[in-house]
T-cell receptor, first 111, second 113 residues
Framework: DAKTTQPPSMDCAEGRAANLPCNHSTISGNEYVYWYRQIHSQGPQYIIH???NNETNEMASLIITEDRKSSTLILPHATLRDTAVYYCIVRIGANFNKFYFGSGTKLNVKP | DAGVTQSPTHLIKTRGQQVTLRCSPKSGHDTVSWYQQALGQGPQFIFQ???????QRGNFPDRFSGHQFPNYSSELNVNALLLGDSALYLCASSSQIAKNIQYFGAGTRLSVL
């Protein structure tokens, strides 16, 4: 599986958009990009995933560059409850797959 | 609530002991994966079970073993515990039909003294 690179931490003002970048320059054509977040001492929570097209759901938007070597997770209106570690993962969308988690980005949402 | 249940929530053991952790997957899911998360690090993949067989394994020694039951629930066993095995152990379930998303439980916090 491709490895990912994320900044270790980011700050965001409450109510503003949080844009979390991820680099996955060695991604293969059949590997999906997934985003999870983990609030302190809880299990990771699924946010969104995509292959090549931009995706949006009730939690966030995922923007994948045309060459698929990087992506951005967008939380449109960050709240204090969005403070968490955000993990970007790439994984082959096939059977018996596994996730490789990096160190993630600690997002601090401030009042 | 992801619907994945893990027990116990906390556990304290001493070096050399053995431990069994349990996981009940989300309803409708048939695949269970286990992860180890040391303090301050991302989760590390241990292994994955489907149809009661280990299908994939990460870089963990044979002291780590598992089992999946016909009802899809799973156990993680760790023998000869070391201090370094202290971690949060996470279970994730998924479906081979809807095979893209893994849902995680809250984890079992294991402390080895």
């Amino acid at each position: 599986d491709a490895k990912t690179t994320q900044p270790p931490s980011m700050d965001c003002a409450e109510g503003r958009a949080a844009n979390l970048p991820c680099n996955h320059s060695t991604i293969s054509g059949n590997e999906y990009v997934y985003w999870y977040r983990q609030i302190h001492s809880q299990g990771p929570q699924y946010i969104i995933h995509g292959l090549k097209n931009n995706e949006t759901n009730e939690m966030a938007s995922l923007i994948i560059t045309e060459d698929r070597k990087s992506s951005t997770l967008i939380l449109p209106h960050a709240t204090l409850r969005d403070t968490a570690v955000y993990y970007c993962i790439v994984r082959i969308g096939a059977n018996f797959n596994k996730f490789y988690f990096g160190s993630g980005t600690k997002l601090n949402v401030k009042p | 609530d992801a619907g994945v249940t893990q027990s116990p929530t906390h556990l304290i053991k001493t070096r050399g002991q053995q431990v069994t952790l349990r996981c009940s997957p989300k309803s409708g899911h048939d695949t269970v994966s286990w992860y180890q998360q040391a303090l301050g690090q991302g989760p590390q993949f241990i292994f994955q079970y489907y149809e009661e067989e280990e299908r994939q394994r990460g870089n963990f020694p044979d002291r780590f073993s598992g089992h999946q039951f016909p009802n899809y629930s799973s156990e993680l066993n760790v023998n000869a515990l070391l201090l370094g095995d202290s971690a949060l152990y996470l279970c994730a379930s998924s479906s081979q039909i809807a095979k893209n998303i893994q849902y995680f439980g809250a984890g079992t916090r294991l402390s080895v003294l």
